[in-house]
C-alpha cells in the first residue's frame, strides 16, 4: 500500500473554535507533542491509537474523543489501511481547565448523540456564512461535553428543553432586527442575557425551530420575492444576507426545491 497524507485545515469564524483539521494518514504516526486547544476528534474510517498520560487508548469510529491541553498525547493508525479524522480544536471559553484531569481519565466518549452533533457541525463549518449555524450547534455540544466531564456524574441523559418563551422571543425580535447583517450567537447571548446553549434549547422549543434555520428561511423569503422582482441572483445573496451566490443557492435550493435562478426564470 503507498503511504498517504492528505491534510486540510481552516480557521472558521466562530468564537471557540481554533482550527478545522481534516486528515486521511496511512502509515504516518504522531509523535508525543501537546496542544494549547482542546481536541475534540471524531473518526470516519479506520481507527486510531494513542497514548495519553501513559495509558493506551482507541477511537473506534461510532466515539468522540476529547483530548485536553498541555497533556502530551500521540497517535497511529490501528488498521492497515489507516484511518481518516475530522478535528476541532477548540479554546477555553467551551471547556476551561477544571475539565482536564476527567478528560484524562476518560476521553473518549460512547455517545451517539454526541457523535451525531460534532459531525453535523463540521458540516456547518464547511460553509462560509453558516456561522450562526455552527456556533448554535458548538453550544450543544459544548453543553454535552460539561455533561460528561462534570465530577460525581455517574450517567448522562439527553436534557429535555423547558420553554423559556421570554428568552425565545426577544431573541427572534433580534434575528428579525438583524436579518441581512445577522448576528453572533455570543452577542446575542449577551445582550439576550443568556447561556448560547439555553438560547438556542428555548428558542427550539418555542418555536419549533433552530435559531439558524430561522434565519435561513427569513432570508430565503426575501431572495424569492427579490428574484421574482427581475433582480440577478447574485445581488439577492448580498441584498438578503447571504455570505455569496453559491451560499443562497443551497440554502434556497434546500429550502425551495430549485435553484434561484430557475425559480426566477418561473417568473
Same mark, same amino acid.
Given at each position: ?17 481554533? +482550527?478545522?483539521?481534516?486528515? %486521511? ?15 475534540? *476528534? ?13 495509558? +493506551? ?7 468522540? =474523543?476529547?483530548?485536553?491541553? %498541555? ?25 476551561? &481547565? ?26 456547518? *463549518? ?21 455533561? %460528561? ?7 448522562? =441523559?439527553? +436534557? ?8 425565545? %422571543?426577544?431573541?427572534? &425580535? ?60 447574485? +445581488?439577492?445573496?448580498?441584498? =438578503? ?27
Amino acid at each position: 500500500m503507498v503511504a498517504q497524507r492528505a491534510v486540510s485545515a481552516w480557521r472558521p469564524r466562530v468564537p471557540g473554535v481554533v +482550527e478545522v483539521f481534516h486528515a %486521511h494518514f496511512t502509515e504516518y504516526a504522531y509523535p508525543m507533542h501537546v496542544h494549547d486547544a482542546w481536541t475534540l *476528534l471524531i473518526v470516519d474510517d479506520g481507527a486510531v491509537r494513542y497514548d495519553l498520560d501513559r495509558h +493506551e487508548h482507541g477511537t473506534p469510529h461510532d466515539t468522540v =474523543t476529547l483530548l485536553p491541553p %498541555h497533556v502530551p498525547h500521540n497517535g497511529s493508525p490501528a488498521t492497515p489501511h489507516g484511518f481518516r479524522k475530522r478535528v476541532i480544536y477548540l479554546d477555553a471559553t467551551q471547556l476551561d &481547565e477544571s475539565f482536564i484531569g476527567p478528560a484524562v481519565d476518560g476521553p473518549d466518549l460512547a455517545d451517539p448523540v454526541l457523535r451525531t452533533r460534532v459531525g453535523q457541525l463540521h458540516s456547518a *463549518l464547511r460553509h462560509p456564512g453558516d456561522e450562526l449555524e455552527a456556533a448554535s450547534r458548538l453550544a450543544l455540544i459544548g453543553e454535552r461535553l460539561r455533561g %460528561h466531564l462534570r465530577p460525581r456524574l455517574t450517567g448522562l =441523559t439527553e +436534557e429535555r428543553p423547558s420553554p423559556d418563551h421570554g428568552v425565545a %422571543h426577544t431573541l427572534r &425580535e433580534l434575528l428579525d432586527a438583524r436579518l441581512v447583517p445577522g448576528i453572533a450567537l455570543d452577542e446575542a447571548a449577551r445582550l439576550v442575557h443568556a447561556h448560547p446553549a439555553h438560547l438556542v434549547r428555548a428558542f427550539s422549543a418555542a418555536f419549533g425551530i433552530a435559531p439558524h434555520q430561522y434565519v435561513n428561511s427569513r432570508r430565503v423569503d426575501r431572495a424569492r420575492r427579490l428574484l421574482l422582482d427581475g433582480r440577478p441572483p447574485s +445581488e439577492v445573496a448580498t441584498a =438578503t444576507g447571504f455570505y455569496d451566490q453559491s451560499h443562497l443557492t443551497r440554502h434556497f435550493k434546500r429550502l425551495v426545491g430549485v435553484t434561484p435562478g430557475r425559480y426566477a426564470r418561473t417568473a
